[in-house]
């Protein structure tokens, strides 16, 4: 099948060029686009389609955008080539997350710096001993974004995987005893929690030549005990949004006193050079 047209409507997003900014903020859950919009100047609704919900804005004057992946690397990986093609070059995963270390707490911001690629859809865009990794500037306004919104900042790698509920009810899977044995690898390499997205978006960013980077409140414990009245309260959204939106605005300034760092209009990659 030829590749659709970098002008026309994509398919799944029902975006084009013009529809978008250079800078994307990725929630899963298409219920956050308009919360996440609602701190860009002048948002409008672009789009929705599927699990797809688009708005537009600007940040300190610069176009910015808001898509929602839905829940998983395979619509993730979709959702990020067809913003490519309407203009977008870099990408901030924002969502939620179970711990993996005991000195993590419900409501600490995890900014993912690598993802474990315990997951299918990025074997099918690299051989698997390819590291799945964030960008470092991104990483680095993450960083800086998250501790200037007060948040308790973790930095560290993430498990991305397929399952919810292999990794929540490992115990009742006829594959029991391989899901607790990586779990355990994952933990005493020092992963820091567990999601469902990063690993895809970083190595679908890689191959395309474009940016991304992940934050992510952690919500629940590594031992997947009950949470608290106090630990829910502390898992609102408002924190790893208000993370991400600082985050971004110190990339947009980053940017502008870097003036080399555009995208590459001839590729159709959309490569940052």
């Given at each position: 099948?030829?590749?659709?047209?970098?002008?026309?409507k994509?398919?799944?997003?029902?975006?084009?060029?013009?529809?978008?900014?250079?800078?994307?903020?990725?929630?899963?859950?298409?219920?956050r686009?308009?919360r996440?919009?609602?701190?860009?100047?002048?948002?409008?609704?672009?789009?929705?389609?599927?699990?797809?919900?688009?708005?537009?804005?600007?940040?300190?004057?610069?176009?910015?955008?808001?898509?929602?992946?839905?829940?998983?690397?395979?619509?993730?990986?979709?959702?990020?080539?067809?913003?490519?093609?309407?203009?977008?070059?870099?990408?901030?995963?924002?969502?939620?997350?179970?711990?993996?270390?005991?000195?993590?707490?419900?409501?600490?911001?995890?900014?993912?710096?690598?993802?474990?690629?315990?997951?299918?859809?990025?074997?099918?865009?690299?051989?698997?001993?390819?590291?799945?990794?964030?960008?470092?500037?991104?990483?680095?306004?993450?960083?800086?974004?998250?501790?200037?919104?007060?948040?308790?900042v973790?930095?560290?790698?993430?498990?991305?995987?397929?399952?919810?509920?292999?990794?929540?009810?490992?115990?009742?899977?006829?594959?029991?005893?391989?899901?607790?044995?990586?779990?355990?690898?994952?933990?005493?390499?020092?992963?820091?929690?567990?999601?469902?997205?990063?690993?895809?978006?970083?190595?679908?960013s890689?191959?395309?030549?474009?940016?991304?980077?992940?934050v992510?409140?952690?919500?629940?414990?590594?031992?997947?005990?009950?949470?608290?009245?106090?630990?829910?309260?502390?898992?609102?959204?408002?924190?790893?949004?208000?993370?991400?939106?600082?985050?971004?605005?110190?990339?947009?300034?980053?940017?502008?006193?870097r003036?080399?760092?555009?995208?590459?209009?001839?590729?159709?990659?959309?490569?940052?050079?």
């Open positions: 099948m030829p590749a659709q047209p970098a002008w026309s994509q398919h799944h997003l029902q975006i084009g060029p013009g529809d978008v900014g250079r800078y994307a903020f990725l929630p899963g859950d298409p219920g686009c308009e996440i919009a609602a701190r860009f100047d002048d948002p409008r609704h672009v789009a929705t389609n599927r699990e797809y919900t688009t708005w537009s804005g600007t940040l300190d004057g610069e176009p910015v955008s808001v898509t929602s992946t839905g829940i998983g690397c395979p619509s993730t990986a979709i959702a990020v080539e067809e913003l490519v093609r309407a203009g977008a070059d870099t990408f901030v995963r924002v969502g939620t997350g179970g711990g993996m270390q005991p000195d993590t707490a419900p409501g600490d911001v995890a900014v993912v710096t690598a993802a474990i690629r315990d997951e299918g859809t990025s074997s099918h865009y690299l051989p698997i001993e390819f590291p799945a990794v964030a960008d470092p500037d991104v990483t680095w306004a993450l960083a800086e974004g998250a501790r200037s919104s007060g948040a308790n973790r930095l560290g790698v993430a498990q991305t995987k397929d399952s919810f509920f292999g990794q929540h009810e490992p115990a009742r899977m006829p594959v029991a005893d391989r899901l607790l044995s990586r779990w355990k690898a994952w933990v005493d390499g020092g992963a820091i929690c567990s999601e469902m997205e990063a690993a895809g978006l970083f190595v679908v890689s191959v395309l030549r474009v940016r991304a980077g992940a992510v409140l952690i919500a629940g414990h590594h031992d997947r005990a009950p949470l608290t009245d106090e630990e829910k309260a502390a898992c609102e959204l408002d924190g790893v949004i208000d993370a991400a939106v600082a985050g971004m605005r110190r990339l947009i300034a980053l940017d502008r006193m003036p080399g760092v555009n995208v590459d209009s001839s590729s159709s990659a959309g490569a940052v050079t």
